[in-house]
C-alpha cells in the first residue's frame, strides 16, 4: 500500500480549499493513511456470492395507482357558490407581497 506523503496531503489539501498549518499536515498524513488502509483491507472481502441491495425494507410498489372517482358532482356546480371564478378556477387575492 502506498503511503501518502506530505506534498500529497498539501496537494489534497489545497484542491479541498482547506488551509492547513504546518502541525496538522502529519495528522492528516496519518489519518489518511489509515482510511486508506482500511479501504485495502475492504476490498480483499469476497462479495462475489453477495447479491446487490438497492433497499432494505422488502417493499415492492408503495404507490397506488389512480383511480377516476365519480362523487356525483359537475365542476361547475361545485363553483356556483365560490365568491369569484375566473377561468373555472377560484379566485383569490393576492396572499405574496410583491
Known amino acids: ?9 498539501l496537494k489534497l489539501a489545497r484542491l ?8 496538522e499536515i502529519s495528522e492528516y498524513i496519518d ?18 456470492a453477495m447479491i446487490p441491495t438497492n433497499q432494505v425494507t422488502g417493499l415492492i410498489n ?9 362523487y356525483g358532482y ?6 356556483k357558490n365560490v365568491p369569484k ?3 373555472h378556477q377560484i379566485e383569490v387575492k393576492r396572499m405574496v407581497e410583491l
Open 74 to 79: 359537475d365542476p361547475k356546480s361545485l363553483l
Open 85 to 87: 371564478v375566473k377561468d
Open 1 to 9: 500500500m502506498p503511503k501518502l506523503s506530505k506534498e500529497d496531503v
Open 16 to 23: 479541498a480549499r482547506l488551509e492547513l498549518q504546518p502541525d
Open 31 to 48: 489519518e489518511i493513511n489509515r482510511i486508506l488502509n482500511y479501504v485495502e483491507q475492504l476490498k480483499l472481502v469476497d462479495t462475489n
Open 62 to 70: 408503495v404507490m397506488r395507482s389512480d383511480q377516476i372517482i365519480n
